[in-house]
Antibody, heavy 118, light 108 residues
């Protein structure tokens, strides 16, 4: 079964760091685009980042503070979040993009909450 | 950065009616790399349409997508009770791969 399971997250003070993990099963993360999308409480979806091989892309709001990476031996995607701000508070989803012809997020994790507050 | 604007913000319809949701891009979306997602409360989004008009696996044929360039449409031909949710468009033609702000489809 194709599945994504996030872990990590929680409550963190402004300026702190946190790492989210996303364990994949049923497919290899190394062969596909993998990404992160977040949703602030009561708000819409915000694209955060995507990785394909060595190529990484970021939203302007997180560039320079967040780093996306993957470990093919663990078949896991990561999001390292540094210099966290209150506006980073959100439910973070990992998702896979299988590439052509689909080229959109077709499988999503259940989401992991990150709360930035003092 | 491509900004996606969805309208209307809220659409109130009854089961059996036809729904038309719009998504307008601030710049041309290359290769019609435009997707539609449905999100129900407490759930992750679900991919409905990719490449503007292709239905994702398992999506009922009452859902259809159309459009190109800067104007895109999601149509639900005959609303079922389970269709009421929030719908988002997303462009993945150029990074950052932005989402629209969403259209809430509610029962009238």
């Amino acid at each position: 079964e194709v599945q994504l399971v996030e872990s990590g997250g929680g409550l963190i003070q402004p300026g702190g760091s946190l790492r989210l993990s996303c364990a994949a099963s049923g497919f290899a993360v190394s062969n596909l685009y993998m990404g992160w999308v977040r949703q602030a409480p009561g708000r819409g979806l915000e694209w955060v980042s995507i990785i394909y091989g060595a190529a990484t892309y970021y939203a302007d709001s997180v560039r320079g503070r967040f780093t996306i990476s993957s470990d093919t031996s663990k078949n896991t995607l990561y999001l390292q979040m540094n210099s966290l701000r209150a506006e980073d508070t959100a439910l973070y989803y990992c998702a896979r993009d299988p590439g052509l012809p689909v080229q959109a997020f077709d499988v999503w994790g259940q989401g992991r909450m990150v709360t930035v507050s003092s | 950065e491509i900004v996606l604007t969805q309208f209307p913000g809220t659409l109130s319809l009854s089961p059996g009616e036809r729904a038309t949701l719009s998504c307008r891009a601030s710049q041309t979306v290359s290769s019609s790399y435009l997707a539609w997602y449905q999100q129900k409360p407490g759930q992750a989004p679900r991919l409905l349409i990719y490449r503007a008009s292709s239905r994702a696996t398992g999506v009922p044929d009452r859902f259809s997508g159309s459009g190109s360039g800067t104007d895109f449409t999601l149509t639900i031909s005959r609303l079922e009770p389970e269709d009421f949710a929030v719908f988002y468009c997303q462009q993945y033609g150029s990074s950052p791969y932005s989402f629209g702000q969403g259209t809430k489809l509610e029962i009238k």
